[in-house]
T-cell receptor, first 117, second 114 residues
């Protein structure tokens, strides 16, 4: 199956710093990538949808200036958590889809655990 | 963001028994559904999918049933094994104004008892 790589898998940072998480589709061109956030023992919450070459569409309640998403190519999307605070600590998961694959299946990265001190 | 942030319900099943995990979805216009398995600290893993023009689909040891009338999805796992212990999520694909997104259900933790 298709592979999505996410990096870094774990990151610890100080409050006030910015952190960038990368999401790459390794063997297919992802026209659309989705960023999710997951708190412990909870479901995945969609943060934003990004299409290559255009601005991301953010879900209600998600601060676009706080969570900057860039989808510069068909194989790379980045999420930057700006001026991170302890409440931003979470598990961030990216996923990629290419409906051209036929199934519409969503392929997930392994997630990035962010801890803000 | 969307999705319900509730604590996960748990289903405990004896090894070798069949498991049935249920999911209610929200949008009657959703045309595609996926079941995912998530192990601790990892990203979701695809199990099986089904399109809205079907009501049943079978895979290896798994079956997905779709009831569009009541917006209900279920995942049946035959002969449940210890390796099946994980959290299971259903996801619905919602198309809006030419774009689409995937919304996840609450999730169910499956515990397989030896």
């Amino acid at each position: 199956g298709a592979v999505v790589s996410q990096h870094p898998s774990r990151v610890i940072c100080k409050s006030g710093t910015s952190v960038k998480i990368e999401c790459r589709s390794l063997d297919f061109q992802a026209t659309t990538m989705f960023w999710y956030r997951q708190f412990p023992k909870q479901s995945l919450m969609l943060m934003a949808t990004s299409n290559e070459g255009s601005k991301a569409t953010y879900e209600q309640g998600v601060e676009k200036d706080k969570f900057l998403i860039n989808h510069a190519s068909l194989t790379l999307s980045t999420l930057t958590v700006t001026s991170a605070h302890p409440e931003d600590s979470s598990f961030y998961i990216c996923s990629a889809s290419n409906r051209g694959l036929g199934t519409g299946e969503l392929f997930f990265g392994e997630g990035s655990r962010l801890t803000v001190l | 963001g969307e999705s319900v942030g509730l604590h996960l319900p748990t289903l405990s099943v004896q090894e070798g028994d069949n498991s049935i995990i249920n999911c209610a979805y929200s949008n009657s216009a959703s045309d595609y559904f996926i079941w995912y398995k998530q192990e601790s600290g990892k990203g979701p893993q695809f199990i099986i999918d089904i399109r809205s023009n079907m009501d049943k689909r079978q895979g290896q040891r798994v079956t997905v049933l779709l009831n569009k009338t009541v917006k209900h999805l279920s995942l049946q796992i035959a002969a449940t094994q210890p390796g099946d212990s994980a959290v299971y999520f259903c996801a619905e694909s919602v198309s809006l104004s030419g774009t689409y997104k995937y919304i996840f259900g609450t999730g169910t933790r499956l515990k397989v008892l030896a």
